[in-house]
Antibody
């Protein structure tokens, strides 16, 4: 059974750096084809994709946030860490990590979707 | 970025009704579309991937269809547990993008 759990501060002050950890079980990020992503949701608003990391350490970022985001993995600890610099009140949101599953095509292209979600962690940015 | 537009934003319906939610992509995404259900205070849950494939354990009253730029999520007979917000999401290309959500309310 795949499970993920997000952890990190619930309150950060503006300009601080946010560090969130996703601890997961039921799969390994050292296995070919596996990915973990981060998504956020401001209060009352829609979902926004932030970043993802694959088993081979390939990383993808939202272009609008790329300069502020870093995603890393620690396969020995079954963890993925997301850092976001220069936090602002507009970054107040619930942050989710997700296990990515994929479809493949006959020409060996892989398309990843968000399969299993963590429960989320709420982060408030305020002075 | 590919924009995803859902309609309607809010849908009022009764238990037993058949409902359809539409999702349109600003450019072709082939069949690389997923649907998620989210209840208040909870994480989203995958319902459908690859436009029409039901995730394991999802009731068969849910179905998805479409390709290219137009997609639909249909619930054949609404149950009390189905009142929630539904999101579509394209995974054809980065950055992944979501629709703005459709809130399904009890009439």
């Amino acid at each position: 059974q795949i499970t993920l759990k997000e952890s990190g501060p619930t309150l950060v002050t503006p300009t601080q750096t946010l560090t969130l950890t996703c601890t997961f079980s039921g799969f390994s990020l050292s296995i070919s084809g596996v990915g973990v992503g981060w998504i956020r949701q401001p209060p009352g608003k829609a979902l926004e994709w932030l970043a993802l990391i694959y088993w081979d350490d390939d990383k993808r970022y939202s272009p609008s946030l790329k300069s502020r985001l870093t995603i890393t993995k620690d396969t020995s600890k079954n963890q993925v860490v997301l850092t976001m610099t220069n936090m602002d009140p507009v970054d107040t949101a619930t942050y989710y990590c997700v296990h990515m599953d994929y479809d493949s095509t006959e020409s060996n292209f892989y398309y990843y979707y968000m399969h299993v979600w963590g429960e989320g962690t709420t982060v408030t940015v305020s002075s | 970025d590919i924009q995803m537009t859902q309609s309607p934003s809010t849908l009022s319906a009764s238990v037993g009704d058949r409902v359809t939610i539409t999702c349109r992509a600003s450019q072709s995404i082939s069949i690389w579309l997923a649907w998620y259900q989210q209840k208040p205070g909870k994480a989203p849950k995958l319902l459908i991937y690859k436009a029409s494939s039901l995730d394991r354990g999802v009731p068969s009253r849910f179905s998805g269809s479409g390709s290219g730029t137009e997609f639909t999520l249909t619930i054949s007979s609404l149950q009390p547990d189905d009142f929630a917000t539904y999101y579509c999401q394209q995974y054809n290309s980065y950055p992944y993008t979501f629709g703005q959500g459709t809130k399904l309310e009890i009439k």
